[in-house]
């Protein structure tokens, strides 16, 4: 059974720091492409940050410099440092695991975690 598991969200003044984790079992971790993707209230859901098993890693650019993606994958967790929040990034954040092979893709997700911004 597949399964993504995330934490670490919470209430935040701007400026602070939050570190997500996301807990995955169930699938070959070190073969997906992990990402995190948050959507905002009426907004659409968008890509925040994306790490394959090996390779670079991609931001989006309203978090770049801020926020820092990584994987360890004997754990099979993958992490999300945001530092420098700001209240737009208030949003529910959403772990991805993602696997395209010829015979077609895998997406995975978690339940997502509430992370606000606020004073």
């Known amino acids: 059974q597949v399964q993504l598991v995330e934490s670490g969200g919470g209430l935040v003044q701007p400026g602070g720091s939050l570190r997500l984790s996301c807990a995955a079992s169930g699938f070959t971790f070190s073969s997906y492409y992990m990402g995190w993707y948050r959507q905002a209230p009426g907004k659409q859901r968008e890509l925040v940050a994306g790490i394959p098993s090996g390779g670079r890693t991609n931001y989006a650019d309203s978090v770049k410099g801020r926020f820092a993606i990584s994987r360890d994958n004997p754990k099979n967790t993958v992490y999300l440092q945001m530092n420098s929040l700001k209240p737009e990034d208030t949003a529910v954040y959403y772990c991805?695991?993602?696997?395209?092979?010829?015979?077609?893709?895998?997406?995975?997700w978690g339940q997502g975690t509430q992370v606000t911004v606020s004073s």
């Open positions: 991805n695991a993602h696997r395209a092979t010829p015979a077609g893709t895998n997406d995975y």
